[in-house]
């Protein structure tokens, strides 16, 4: 033992105290889509004719007839609560074996990282739902992604506006939430577009960026949400992309 060095005086072991580990986050699912309760898995619902409930009645009459009768129709839609599970596998073996390093992880983390892959793939979901026309009766896309962070270039605020112009000229409501995902989120924070309609001209070219609060309060929101969570596209054992 003398002349002992390195791994001859030392067996490398695990830390109990340090580990690197990674939970998604910043997701917004269950926000845009929440838990509705339902008393079967499949039924119908009601769905009352939009044209009937905005239409103006002919409603004067005369003296001593009867008030004009108005109806309104009504048809169904069916929904279907699809079921989503997942598990892993926690054996008597590992908890027996398991050196320190790992007791948290592999039991309370077991836990977090099944809610956490189905909290995902709710997102995923969601993100898929509302990115689609075909889902989403008032749809309008928005053409650029405002890479270029001033106004000659691009314009946010008129873009989002035209949408939701769009939406309010197609269902008669004013929508009261905007959903933005991260990239987008990161240009138009910074944009000319929005810190002159903050802080006017003197905004311009000073570095200077928008909160979600303050362009929340810009458009007349009820809700800014921003969904920044991230997903891997590549299948088991492949690198992550």
């Not at 836990?111 to 995902?120: G, I, M, P, S, Y």
């Not at 769009?166 to 990161?186: E, F, K, Y």
Request: proline share 3%; with cysteine.
């Amino acid at each position: 033992m003398g002349k002992a060095t390195g791994h001859d005086i030392h067996i490398d072991q695990n830390l109990t105290n340090i580990a690197i580990n990674y939970r998604p986050s910043t997701m917004i699912g269950a926000q845009i889509a929440p838990v509705v309760s339902v008393g079967k898995q499949s039924d119908y619902y009601p769905v009352w004719d939009q044209g009937d409930i905005l239409r103006v009645e002919t409603d004067n009459r005369a003296p001593g007839t009867e008030a004009h009768k108005i109806t309104r129709g009504v048809s169904s839609g069916q929904y279907f609560a699809d079921n989503y599970a997942l598990k892993t596998p926690l054996t008597l073996e590992d908890r027996e074996n398991m050196d320190a390093a790992y007791v948290s992880e592999l039991r309370n983390g077991r836990t977090r990282f099944v809610v956490d892959k189905l909290a995902l793939g709710w997102e995923k979901r969601c993100s898929d739902i509302c990115t689609s026309g075909g889902n989403v009766y008032s749809y309008t896309a928005v053409a650029s992604a405002w890479t270029e962070l001033r106004t000659t270039y691009s314009d946010p605020l008129g873009d989002i506006r035209t949408g939701m112009n769009v939406v309010q000229d197609a269902t008669g409501i004013r929508p009261n939430s905007v959903l933005m995902a991260g990239q987008a989120w990161r240009n138009f924070r910074w944009h000319e577009d929005l810190i002159e309609a903050l802080h006017g001209t003197t905004g311009k070219g000073n570095p200077r960026f928008a909160s979600t609060q303050q362009a929340q309060a810009v458009l007349e929101l009820d809700r800014f949400l921003v969904g920044d969570a991230y997903y891997n596209t590549a299948g088991e054992g492949q690198s992550a992309s």
